[in-house]
């Protein structure tokens, strides 16, 4: 069965603080994106991902495809990361599209 | 560049009507990717236009269907809408087919049915 987990549910942290968020998925995927929504509704990708790692500032997303595991790492955080961090999967085989329930992050200053 | 366009931005329908929502993506896109979020249900996969044709298709009811135009623009239709249906519908465009490159949302049309 297709599943996505995301954890934490919720995460509240103090400014500089180094985050760490994990998604895990069932079975075998084409890709993998990581995507960030600010309160308001608006939906921004940070991050495609099939394999390896990659970096966009002080973001950071690996993928390990034999443990089934992504991560997206906020390095130095900053009151404006407040937003709910989601990952979203395309499953190899069936093509289905899976997102994860979220991850709330409250950043305080 | 003009980003992902929706709209309406908000409307109010009542029970057993129907709605067609618009998405133009971004000039040269030719992927749209259609999403309903809920409080309870989260973000889910509706369907994907690529090249006028359906590629990929979620586990919605046929009520729910969709088209895509020659110069890329689309539209999500949902007939005989149900309490339920009551939701923030985003699309997102990409270059390339769903998943292969970076996705890019409008900022949703909300929808509410009494």
């Known amino acids: 069965k297709n599943e996505v987990e995301q954890s934490p549910q919720n995460l509240t942290a103090q400014e500089g603080e180094f985050i760490t968020i994990n998604c895990s998925y069932s079975?075998?995927?084409?890709?993998l994106h990581w995507l960030q929504q600010h309160p308001g509704g608006g939906i921004v990708s940070l991050f495609m991902?099939?394999?390896g790692k990659k970096k966009h500032g002080r973001l950071i997303a690996t993928i390990n495809i034999q443990e089934k595991h992504s991560s997206l790492h906020i390095t130095a955080s900053h009151p404006r990361d407040s937003a709910v961090y989601i990952c979203?999967?395309?499953?190899?085989?069936?093509?289905?599209?899976?997102f994860g329930k979220g991850t709330r992050l409250h950043i305080l200053p | 560049k003009a980003g992902v366009t929706q709209t309406p931005r908000y409307l109010i329908k009542t029970r057993g009507q129907q709605v067609t929502l618009s998405c133009s993506p971004i000039?040269?896109?030719?992927?749209v990717s259609w999403y309903q979020q809920t409080p309870g249900q989260g973000l889910q996969f509706l369907f994907e236009?690529?090249?006028?044709?359906?590629?990929n298709k979620g586990n919605f009811p046929g009520r729910f269907s969709g088209r895509q135009f020659s110069n890329s623009r689309s539209e999500m239709n949902v007939s005989t809408l149900e309490l339920g249906d009551s939701a923030l519908y985003l699309c997102?465009?990409?270059?390339?087919?769903?998943?292969?490159?970076?996705?890019?949302f409008g900022e949703g049309s909300r929808l509410t049915v009494l």
């Open positions: 236009y690529f090249s006028e044709t359906q590629r």
């Open positions: 000039s040269g896109h030719r992927s």
């Open positions: 979203a999967v395309r499953f190899r085989g069936d093509d289905k599209i899976i």
């Open positions: 079975v075998g995927i084409s890709a």
């Open positions: 991902l099939s394999s």
């Open positions: 997102a465009s990409s270059l390339g087919q769903l998943f292969t490159g970076e996705l890019f």
